[in-house]
């Protein structure tokens, strides 16, 4: 058999584009690694309908509503290759099935790659975070710090002001402020310190203090960090699609345009693999969007 559409990934992005595939009855395989980034998160802050649920409970629910769908399968597992093959493409899993499929879409999420520090990975994704949007209104209030470096920095900490009053923006020893940041920082209510960031100290699961190198303490209970988006796999490389220039989130994005359609016919991607961006909202709109690329793709090659 012939899919009509592979969805590569299961989060919110590919979940969500194979609902609105089921519901206009194309024959749709998902393949769902799940590896969805922000399973570490307490919930999902900004969704609605779903503000503050566990994000692997949001996943949950997705694969029971695509149940009801008889044109849509959901299957455990990882693509390793994805290439065309005459006016479609073939894929193979990690367990060496092959499928044929007529439409690809890239939904498989990205790799978040924050700075190495000990103690970070314990409390990533709770009190440690990339995004104030989804994860500010539990810290409100509270003494947060900001770790980055440059203009990027200027503009989190700027930004992180509006959940606590007592924000200090933590440069790593990097410097790479000049006297005008600092006094914009200043008149923004931002403290900067300059000291090297050795790690990060937590008790029960959540931050408690940042860890300098000589040895000294800055009590903080929120961490906002800066945090790069990679590619979590190399099937997009694989089917020859166009990378967009790398940003100050993203830095090998999959270029776009506005129906969702990469660089290569037949080839679609939605959610954080194409995002500056990532945000679970925003995940499930592209990928509705995606979804409805695709099947007018089919409809007019059908005629």
């Known amino acids: 058999m012939e899919w009509e ?87 193979e899993l990690a367990d060496g099935t092959r499928e044929r499929v007529k439409r690809v879409l890239l939904a498989m999420g990205m790799d978040y790659r924050p700075p190495e520090l000990p103690g970070l990975e314990e409390i990533w994704g709770t009190s440690v975070f990339h995004c104030p949007f989804c994860h500010g209104w539990e810290v409100r209030d509270q003494p ?40 914009g920082l200043s008149g923004a209510g931002v403290t900067v310190d300059d000291r090297q960031v050795a790690g990060l100290a937590s008790e029960r699961g959540e931050l408690t203090a940042v860890v300098f190198a000589d040895g000294s303490r800055l009590p903080r209970r929120g961490l906002l960090v800066s945090t790069t988006l990679h590619q979590r796999t190399d099937l997009a490389a694989q089917l020859g699609v166009k990378f967009a220039a790398a940003g100050p989130v993203s830095v090998d994005a999959i270029e776009v345009d506005a129906m969702s359609r990469t660089s290569v016919p037949g080839v679609f991607a939605a959610g954080d693999v194409c995002a500056q961006m990532p945000q679970v909202a925003a995940a499930v709109s592209a990928g509705s969007l995606a979804a409805v690329s695709v099947v007018q793709s089919l409809m007019e090659e059908a005629r």
């Open 144 to 183: 947060l710090a900001v770790l980055a470096e440059g203009e990027r920095a200027v503009h989190m900490a700027t930004l992180m002001r509006g959940w606590s009053d007592d924000v200090v923006l933590l440069t790593g020893g990097s410097g790479g402020l000049d006297a005008e940041h600092r006094a």
């Open 5 to 91: 559409c592979l969805v590569i990934g299961g989060g919110a992005a590919g979940s969500s584009a194979a609902l609105v595939l089921g519901r206009a009855r194309k024959r749709t395989l998902v393949i769902d690694a799940g590896r969805q980034s922000n399973r570490a998160a307490h919930g999902i802050g900004g969704l609605l309908g779903h503000d503050g649920r566990p994000p692997a409970e949001l996943y949950e629910l997705g694969r029971k509503e695509l149940e009801q769908y008889p044109s849509v399968e959901v299957r455990s597992g990882e693509v390793r290759i994805a290439k065309r093959c005459g006016t479609g493409f073939q894929v």
